[in-house]
């Protein structure tokens, strides 16, 4: 340890060195935005600076280091100022995690649907995704999906499922679908004989005949026009080279 270092810790008491650690938090979540970054190659238009974009963005733990080292600095100026910052910085860490999760309602349904698989009864089989059935009935966690088949009832993915009535988003049935042509694409879209979808929302104009998701990627394209996020672009922008 430097000399720097070492006076730091000898003036700060422990109870601060341990709040200042919460400073480091994000770096749990590391492994996340490594994998999120590598889709900054798909398709650059600059390698260079893709990968000095990407090199940036993943040393942030050691942008934090240099915050919770000025941080304990600033403990022997202004002891009120340097016990605040790393408070509020975790209360924000948290809160944009949790809505990066859905918010509480979403993570709450999480939990229930983890508990949920410790808790069926004996008659009851497990499909996957929150999703179960009994003889008579199919189960979203503990909620019925009233009127839902249960011989042709089909797990589509985490979100869609579907049987010879209805396709269902999240549990719940949408009556705008067409059962028998319905076809989930990839990254949130799906598509029928009439529409094209994003989650369960139609994307208004978007030509279900012609329109293709693009992979890898959250682009799609049909006859007239181009799509991200379910959302109407520019064609220029999309990630792809594809005519």
Same mark, same amino acid.
């Given at each position: 340890?430097? #000399?720097?270092?070492?006076?730091? =810790?000898?003036?700060?008491?422990?109870?601060?060195?341990?709040?200042?650690?919460?400073?480091?938090?994000?770096?749990? @979540?590391?492994?996340?935005?490594?994998?999120?970054?590598?889709?900054?190659?798909?398709?650059?238009?600059?390698?260079?600076?893709?990968?000095?974009?990407?090199?940036?963005?993943?040393?942030?733990?050691?942008?934090?280091?240099?915050?919770?080292?000025?941080?304990?600095?600033?403990?022997?100026? +202004? $002891?009120?100022?340097?016990?605040?910052?790393?408070?509020?910085?975790?209360?924000?860490?948290?809160?944009?995690?949790?809505?990066?999760?859905?918010?509480?309602?979403?993570? =709450?349904?999480?939990?229930?649907?983890?508990?949920?698989?410790?808790?069926?009864?004996?008659?009851?089989?497990?499909?996957?995704?929150?999703?179960?059935?009994?003889?008579?009935?199919?189960?979203? +966690?503990?909620?019925? *999906?009233?009127?839902?088949? @249960?011989?042709?009832?089909? *797990?589509?993915?985490?979100?869609?499922?579907? #049987?010879?009535?209805? @396709?269902?988003?999240?549990?719940?049935?949408?009556?705008?679908? #067409?059962? $028998?042509?319905?076809?989930?694409?990839?990254?949130?879209?799906?598509?029928?004989?009439?529409?094209?979808?994003? #989650?369960?929302?139609?994307?208004?104009?978007?030509?279900?005949?012609?329109?293709?998701?693009?992979?890898?990627?959250?682009?799609?394209?049909? =006859?007239?026009?181009?799509?991200?996020?379910?959302?109407?672009?520019?064609? +220029? @922008?999309?990630?792809? +080279?594809?005519?």
């Amino acid at each position: 340890m430097t #000399d720097n270092g070492q006076d730091i =810790k000898q003036n700060n008491p422990a109870w601060f060195r341990l709040l200042n650690l919460t400073f480091l938090l994000p770096c749990i @979540v590391w492994p996340l935005v490594f994998f999120t970054t590598v889709f900054f190659f798909d398709n650059p238009k600059s390698f260079f600076l893709t990968f000095l974009l990407f090199i940036a963005v993943n040393a942030y733990p050691l942008y934090l280091i240099g915050i919770l080292l000025l941080n304990a600095r600033l403990f022997r100026r +202004n $002891k009120l100022l340097a016990t605040i910052l790393p408070i509020a910085f975790s209360l924000t860490f948290m809160v944009s995690a949790i809505q990066f999760l859905g918010g509480l309602e979403n993570i =709450k349904a999480l939990w229930t649907q983890i508990n949920s698989t410790q808790d069926i009864v004996p008659d009851q089989n497990q499909f996957c995704c929150g999703f179960t059935t009994d003889s008579t009935s199919i189960f979203y +966690n503990d909620t019925i *999906i009233g009127n839902a088949d @249960v011989s042709s009832f089909e *797990i589509i993915n985490f979100h869609w499922a579907k #049987d010879k009535n209805s @396709v269902y988003f999240n549990g719940k049935p949408i009556s705008i679908i #067409d059962s $028998k042509t319905f076809r989930y694409l990839d990254y949130h879209y799906a598509v029928d004989k009439f529409y094209v979808y994003y #989650d369960d929302q139609i994307i208004e104009g978007a030509d279900a005949a012609t329109f293709k998701h693009i992979d890898g990627t959250q682009d799609g394209k049909d =006859k007239n026009y181009c799509y991200r996020y379910g959302e109407r672009v520019d064609c +220029n @922008v999309l990630l792809t +080279n594809e005519e």
